[in-house]
């Protein structure tokens, strides 16, 4: 096939693009300079030459707790463009294979058991990721609607970790936060670092590559899949447990001093992903092992940087 990877400069665009070559399928990767999703007439033209026969849409504005406080309408309005103009696009040239990437922040705030697909547009969303949010919760509406006859699907991710994930501080979510904290703690010998809240709020991360893989070997079953559906690591940890793994690996021994003054959001937000797991899904890496590999991405990445 040849497939339409959106952010593929991205840490889910970039595994993507990995694990499709892997297969033998034929990628375009657009940077932003070749392919502006904002401009709508030049989304068009691009899909109208291209034609491909499937798109992964990754692109989109991220960010951490801290981003989205900051720049809520920011979030909202350049992501309902992107998704508008690529959505629209496709529509118009009749792409017949679609995957929509949401986000486990689509969910109410303040559920208490693992959430389901049907738990969405139920209730009041998180305050802090409000504008991301209300993003993804239209973009998935507009492939239920656009692409009804056509074989569009939303899978909803938990938060996700891994090589060429963002790092730096106004930009990157929790276990991408707590690597670069004990990588930069270590090297200047500092004998705590800071954890935002007491650390018992739980949250669902899962390895990028696992989901990548998964994602494009199952391109094929595609039309079996249900419209939505979750996809994340089946269990959860608290905030203190990542600080905590985080630190095993990388051998840091310094206190995880707790900020209760700091924002943490919602106190759990866990996905059911059984329907994900009844058609084959099953993360083949470990938390240990998924950031022993991200630490160490991240420490060759500095030093790039500093040569």
Request: proline letters at 5%.
């Amino acid at each position: 096939m040849k497939i339409l990877i959106t952010g593929a400069s991205g840490m889910l665009g970039a595994a993507l693009k990995q694990s499709a070559l892997a297969a033998g399928h034929v990628v375009l990767a657009p940077t932003h300079r070749a392919l502006d999703l904002e401009d709508e007439a030049s989304t068009l033209k691009y899909l109208e030459q291209e034609r491909p026969d499937a798109i992964y849409h990754c692109a989109a504005k991220v960010g951490g707790i801290a981003a989205n406080i900051a720049s809520p309408l920011e979030f909202l309005v350049k992501n309902l463009r992107i998704d508008s103009s690529l959505l629209g696009a496709a529509a118009r040239t009749r792409v017949p294979n679609l995957l929509y990437m949401g986000s486990s922040c689509m969910y109410p705030k303040n559920i208490s058991r693992a959430m389901r697909v049907e738990d969405l547009l139920t209730g009041p969303l998180e305050p802090t990721n409000e504008g991301y949010a209300l993003a993804k919760l239209v973009g998935w509406k507009m492939v239920r609607i656009i692409g009804n006859d056509l074989n569009w699907k939303t899978v909803v991710l938990s938060n996700l970790y891994g090589p060429n994930d963002h790092f730096e501080p106004e930009r990157s979510h929790l276990l991408a936060a707590i690597i670069a904290k004990i990588h930069h703690a270590k090297i200047a010998n500092a004998t705590s670092i800071e954890m935002w809240g007491d650390g018992t709020a739980r949250r669902q991360f899962t390895y990028v590559h696992d989901v990548a893989d998964f994602l494009v070997f199952t391109l094929s079953k595609l039309r079996l899949f249900p419209t939505t559906f979750n996809l994340g690591e089946p269990r959860d940890l608290s905030i203190l447990e990542f600080y905590q793994v985080v630190s095993n690996q990388m051998n840091y021994k310094g206190e995880i001093v707790p900020n209760l003054s700091k924002p943490v959001g919602m106190p759990i937000k866990l996905m059911d992903v059984s329907e994900s797991l009844a058609l084959g899904w099953k993360p083949r890496t470990s938390i240990e092992e998924g950031i022993r590999n991200t630490a160490s991405w991240f420490a060759e990445s500095v030093r790039d940087e500093i040569q």
